[in-house]
T-cell receptor, first 112, second 115 residues
Framework: ETGVTQSPTHLIKTRGQQVTLRCSSQ?????VSWYQQALGQGPQFIFQ???????GRGNFPPRFSGLQFPNYSSELNVNALELDDSALYLC???????????FGQGTRLTVV | AQSVAQPEDQVNVAEGNPLTVKCTYS??????LFWYVQYPNRGLQFLLK??????LVKGSYGFEAEFNKSQTSFHLKKPSALVSDSALYFC?????????????FGPGTRLSVLP
Protein backbone atom coordinates (compact mmCIF):
# COMPACT_ATOMS: atom_id res chain seq x y z
CA GLU A 1 0.00 0.00 0.00
CA THR A 2 1.15 3.52 -0.75
CA GLY A 3 1.11 6.40 1.72
CA VAL A 4 -1.50 8.34 -0.26
CA THR A 5 -4.78 8.55 1.63
CA GLN A 6 -8.09 9.92 0.41
CA SER A 7 -11.28 10.83 2.21
CA PRO A 8 -14.09 10.06 2.20
CA THR A 9 -14.10 6.64 0.54
CA HIS A 10 -17.70 6.95 -0.63
CA LEU A 11 -20.02 9.91 -1.07
CA ILE A 12 -23.53 10.46 -2.39
CA LYS A 13 -24.55 13.94 -3.51
CA THR A 14 -27.54 15.49 -5.24
CA ARG A 15 -27.29 17.15 -8.64
CA GLY A 16 -26.43 20.83 -8.25
CA GLN A 17 -24.65 20.42 -4.94
CA GLN A 18 -20.99 21.04 -4.26
CA VAL A 19 -18.44 18.48 -3.02
CA THR A 20 -14.93 18.56 -1.56
CA LEU A 21 -12.63 15.56 -1.72
CA ARG A 22 -9.40 15.36 0.26
CA CYS A 23 -6.00 13.79 -0.30
CA SER A 24 -2.91 13.40 1.85
CA SER A 25 0.17 12.83 -0.24
CA GLN A 26 2.91 10.34 0.47
CA UNK A 27 5.54 11.73 2.83
CA UNK A 28 7.90 14.10 1.04
CA UNK A 29 5.90 14.16 -2.19
CA UNK A 30 5.35 17.78 -3.27
CA UNK A 31 3.32 17.12 -6.41
CA VAL A 32 -0.31 16.04 -6.34
CA SER A 33 -2.54 15.17 -9.28
CA TRP A 34 -6.23 14.34 -9.50
CA TYR A 35 -7.90 11.96 -11.91
CA GLN A 36 -11.50 11.04 -12.70
CA GLN A 37 -12.21 7.40 -13.52
CA ALA A 38 -15.68 6.81 -14.92
CA LEU A 39 -17.06 3.28 -14.80
CA GLY A 40 -15.36 1.04 -17.33
CA GLN A 41 -12.83 3.67 -18.41
CA GLY A 42 -9.26 4.62 -17.71
CA PRO A 43 -8.47 7.55 -15.42
CA GLN A 44 -8.67 11.02 -16.96
CA PHE A 45 -6.31 13.77 -15.80
CA ILE A 46 -8.07 16.68 -14.07
CA PHE A 47 -5.20 18.85 -12.80
CA GLN A 48 -1.88 18.85 -11.00
CA UNK A 49 -0.56 20.96 -8.12
CA UNK A 50 3.07 21.65 -7.38
CA UNK A 51 4.13 23.78 -4.42
CA UNK A 52 0.57 25.04 -3.96
CA UNK A 53 0.18 26.19 -7.57
CA UNK A 54 -1.79 24.53 -10.37
CA UNK A 55 0.77 23.67 -13.04
CA GLY A 56 -1.24 21.52 -15.43
CA ARG A 57 -4.87 20.91 -16.29
CA GLY A 58 -6.80 18.42 -18.37
CA ASN A 59 -10.01 18.94 -20.29
CA PHE A 60 -12.29 19.68 -17.34
CA PRO A 61 -14.52 22.74 -16.84
CA PRO A 62 -13.75 25.47 -14.28
CA ARG A 63 -16.30 24.06 -11.82
CA PHE A 64 -13.56 21.54 -11.06
CA SER A 65 -11.08 23.37 -8.84
CA GLY A 66 -8.45 22.49 -6.33
CA LEU A 67 -6.07 23.54 -3.64
CA GLN A 68 -2.76 22.35 -2.32
CA PHE A 69 -1.69 23.20 1.20
CA PRO A 70 1.80 23.87 2.63
CA ASN A 71 1.98 20.27 3.90
CA TYR A 72 1.30 19.17 0.27
CA SER A 73 -2.14 17.75 1.03
CA SER A 74 -4.77 18.66 -1.51
CA GLU A 75 -8.48 19.18 -2.09
CA LEU A 76 -10.61 18.71 -5.16
CA ASN A 77 -13.77 20.81 -5.28
CA VAL A 78 -16.58 20.26 -7.74
CA ASN A 79 -19.41 22.80 -7.99
CA ALA A 80 -22.84 22.40 -9.55
CA LEU A 81 -22.61 18.62 -9.63
CA GLU A 82 -23.94 16.81 -12.66
CA LEU A 83 -25.00 13.18 -12.99
CA ASP A 84 -21.98 12.54 -15.24
CA ASP A 85 -19.66 13.56 -12.42
CA SER A 86 -20.39 10.18 -10.83
CA ALA A 87 -17.02 8.42 -10.85
CA LEU A 88 -14.05 7.24 -8.84
CA TYR A 89 -11.77 10.20 -8.08
CA LEU A 90 -8.14 9.30 -7.68
CA CYS A 91 -5.37 11.34 -6.13
CA UNK A 92 -1.73 10.66 -6.99
CA UNK A 93 1.43 12.04 -5.46
CA UNK A 94 4.98 12.09 -6.72
CA UNK A 95 8.38 13.51 -5.96
CA UNK A 96 9.52 16.50 -7.97
CA UNK A 97 11.07 15.22 -11.18
CA UNK A 98 10.06 11.60 -10.61
CA UNK A 99 8.45 9.73 -13.47
CA UNK A 100 6.04 7.52 -11.55
CA UNK A 101 3.22 8.54 -9.25
CA UNK A 102 1.55 6.70 -6.40
CA PHE A 103 -2.21 6.59 -6.14
CA GLY A 104 -4.63 6.60 -3.26
CA GLN A 105 -7.56 4.20 -3.01
CA GLY A 106 -9.94 6.76 -4.45
CA THR A 107 -13.24 8.38 -3.51
CA ARG A 108 -16.36 6.93 -5.12
CA LEU A 109 -18.73 9.84 -5.83
CA THR A 110 -22.33 9.14 -6.80
CA VAL A 111 -24.50 12.02 -7.98
CA VAL A 112 -28.24 11.38 -7.89
CA ALA B 1 -1.71 14.56 -28.76
CA GLN B 2 -0.76 11.51 -26.80
CA SER B 3 -2.93 8.40 -26.82
CA VAL B 4 -2.76 4.85 -25.53
CA ALA B 5 -4.59 1.85 -26.92
CA GLN B 6 -5.18 -1.47 -25.23
CA PRO B 7 -6.73 -3.57 -27.98
CA GLU B 8 -8.15 -6.27 -25.72
CA ASP B 9 -10.93 -5.53 -23.24
CA GLN B 10 -10.45 -8.93 -21.63
CA VAL B 11 -7.66 -11.49 -21.49
CA ASN B 12 -8.23 -14.98 -20.12
CA VAL B 13 -5.35 -17.27 -19.25
CA ALA B 14 -4.97 -20.50 -17.31
CA GLU B 15 -2.98 -20.44 -14.08
CA GLY B 16 0.65 -21.34 -14.73
CA ASN B 17 0.55 -20.24 -18.36
CA PRO B 18 2.36 -17.15 -19.65
CA LEU B 19 0.32 -13.99 -20.03
CA THR B 20 0.57 -10.96 -22.28
CA VAL B 21 -1.45 -7.76 -22.02
CA LYS B 22 -1.00 -5.54 -25.05
CA CYS B 23 -0.45 -1.79 -25.25
CA THR B 24 0.34 0.54 -28.11
CA TYR B 25 0.88 4.27 -27.87
CA SER B 26 1.01 7.38 -29.98
CA UNK B 27 3.18 10.24 -28.80
CA UNK B 28 5.72 12.64 -30.19
CA UNK B 29 9.24 12.32 -28.89
CA UNK B 30 10.45 9.75 -26.39
CA UNK B 31 7.74 8.98 -23.86
CA UNK B 32 7.81 7.56 -20.40
CA LEU B 33 5.70 4.37 -20.32
CA PHE B 34 4.02 2.71 -17.36
CA TRP B 35 1.86 -0.18 -16.26
CA TYR B 36 -0.52 0.10 -13.33
CA VAL B 37 -2.85 -2.54 -11.86
CA GLN B 38 -6.21 -1.94 -10.19
CA TYR B 39 -7.90 -4.44 -7.89
CA PRO B 40 -11.64 -4.12 -7.10
CA ASN B 41 -12.50 -1.03 -5.04
CA ARG B 42 -8.85 -0.01 -4.92
CA GLY B 43 -6.67 2.68 -6.43
CA LEU B 44 -3.94 2.08 -8.98
CA GLN B 45 -0.77 0.23 -8.01
CA PHE B 46 2.46 0.96 -9.87
CA LEU B 47 3.94 -2.13 -11.56
CA LEU B 48 6.79 -0.88 -13.74
CA LYS B 49 8.07 1.90 -15.97
CA UNK B 50 10.21 2.43 -19.03
CA UNK B 51 12.29 5.59 -19.16
CA UNK B 52 15.32 4.70 -21.24
CA UNK B 53 17.85 1.92 -21.67
CA UNK B 54 17.14 -1.81 -21.85
CA UNK B 55 13.94 -2.53 -23.75
CA LEU B 56 12.95 -5.26 -21.27
CA VAL B 57 11.82 -3.77 -18.00
CA LYS B 58 11.25 -5.84 -14.86
CA GLY B 59 8.71 -4.79 -12.27
CA SER B 60 6.74 -5.89 -9.25
CA TYR B 61 5.19 -9.34 -8.68
CA GLY B 62 7.17 -11.00 -11.48
CA PHE B 63 5.80 -8.77 -14.25
CA GLU B 64 7.93 -7.43 -17.05
CA ALA B 65 7.28 -5.33 -20.13
CA GLU B 66 8.96 -5.04 -23.48
CA PHE B 67 9.37 -1.65 -25.15
CA ASN B 68 9.37 -1.75 -28.95
CA LYS B 69 9.96 1.67 -30.46
CA SER B 70 9.38 0.65 -34.08
CA GLN B 71 6.00 -0.87 -33.24
CA THR B 72 5.21 1.78 -30.60
CA SER B 73 4.25 -0.99 -28.21
CA PHE B 74 4.81 -1.71 -24.54
CA HIS B 75 3.32 -5.13 -23.83
CA LEU B 76 3.08 -6.45 -20.27
CA LYS B 77 4.17 -10.03 -19.71
CA LYS B 78 4.52 -12.64 -17.00
CA PRO B 79 6.00 -16.12 -17.50
CA SER B 80 3.56 -17.92 -15.18
CA ALA B 81 0.20 -16.42 -14.26
CA LEU B 82 -1.36 -16.66 -10.80
CA VAL B 83 -5.06 -16.51 -9.93
CA SER B 84 -4.20 -13.50 -7.75
CA ASP B 85 -3.04 -11.63 -10.88
CA SER B 86 -6.69 -11.29 -11.90
CA ALA B 87 -7.33 -7.54 -12.01
CA LEU B 88 -7.68 -4.52 -14.30
CA TYR B 89 -4.45 -3.43 -15.98
CA PHE B 90 -3.76 0.04 -17.33
CA CYS B 91 -1.02 1.15 -19.67
CA UNK B 92 -0.07 4.83 -19.44
CA UNK B 93 2.21 7.31 -21.15
CA UNK B 94 3.75 10.52 -19.93
CA UNK B 95 5.51 13.22 -21.90
CA UNK B 96 8.74 14.05 -20.03
CA UNK B 97 8.87 17.45 -21.77
CA UNK B 98 5.39 18.40 -20.56
CA UNK B 99 5.44 17.41 -16.91
CA UNK B 100 2.36 19.36 -15.98
CA UNK B 101 0.18 17.28 -18.29
CA UNK B 102 0.71 14.09 -16.38
CA UNK B 103 -0.42 10.60 -17.38
CA UNK B 104 -2.56 9.54 -20.31
CA PHE B 105 -4.10 6.15 -19.58
CA GLY B 106 -5.42 3.47 -21.87
CA PRO B 107 -8.96 2.11 -21.37
CA GLY B 108 -7.76 -0.88 -19.40
CA THR B 109 -7.63 -4.64 -19.93
CA ARG B 110 -9.33 -7.02 -17.55
CA LEU B 111 -7.15 -10.05 -16.87
CA SER B 112 -8.79 -13.22 -15.62
CA VAL B 113 -6.54 -16.07 -14.55
CA LEU B 114 -8.47 -19.29 -14.35
CA PRO B 115 -7.50 -21.99 -11.85
Amino acid sequence: ETGVTQSPTHLIKTRGQQVTLRCSSQSGHNTVSWYQQALGQGPQFIFQYYREEENGRGNFPPRFSGLQFPNYSSELNVNALELDDSALYLCASSLEGAAEAFFGQGTRLTVV
Amino acid sequence: AQSVAQPEDQVNVAEGNPLTVKCTYSVSGNPYLFWYVQYPNRGLQFLLKYITGDNLVKGSYGFEAEFNKSQTSFHLKKPSALVSDSALYFCAVRDPDNYGQNFVFGPGTRLSVLP
